[in-house]
């Protein structure tokens, strides 16, 4: 689990109690069921309006994703290539079959079942990237659902200040209560903008990081499933995958040395 994105909105949050508590307000005063409900419920509406019910049922379901998200390290996955070459240089590429039983990734295991029902290499590389492309196609929809969330509340905020402050023109007669109107009136601009970079937006840009890594991991078993049906030296393979990975991620004494790449990586495509 990576809490990142709660670390950071509890911190967010947490600032802004810390800014109304030291100058000498109450939480309260923001809290205020009308401008929340405009806000909240129509950012939402629009979201949904603005898409299909199938955009919006995908990205509540991604949603958790937000907070739980989990990442695998790339040395363990270039660990597992590695095993599985050293298993079809040992005993072939039918023995791969076995091991895609015991394998939950379901990307990896349809590599591999490939591999061991024979597919062409070129047409399982297409394969392998049409899927690659299709997955990160659906999660980059619902980070594009929490996204444009951001892009309208702020504006529904200020129509809710407005629709107050028309309230507030009605009253002029009673210039006792304008203050506390007026007052009461920038809490919608308040919550649109609160909402649009506490939540949405962090959300949206969290879904879309969390596109790229899933996309970056399964390129780099795409990449090992090839090498291995191409019969790929096991610690060559190694250090071709550990080429793919950042050294930021990498993990430290293991892989390709910073700035001395091994002279043998070269594209894996090249290497089938």
Known sequence: MDPATLIGIVLAFGALLAMITIEGSQITAILLPAPMVLVFGATIAVGIAGGTLRDTIHAVKALPGAFLGR???PQKLIDQVVGLAEKAR???????????????????RGALQNIADGTDGDELRIL???????RTKASRTAAKFFTTLGGYAPTVGIIGTVISLTHVLENLDTPSTLGPMIAAAFVATLWGLLTANFLWLPIGNRLKRLSDIEAERMTLLMEGALAVQA???PRLLGERLQAMVPLASAKAGKGVKQGKPSEAVKPLKKAA
Do not use: H, K
């Not at 392998?128 to 299709?134: F, G, M, P, S």
């Open 71 to 73: 990442t695998t390290p």
């Open 90 to 108: 040992s005993s072939g590429l039918l023995a791969l079959e076995q091991e895609a039983d015991n394998i939950s990734d379901p990307f990896l």
């Open 128 to 134: 392998l990237e049409d899927e690659i492309a299709t």
């Open 231 to 233: 019969g790929s030296q």
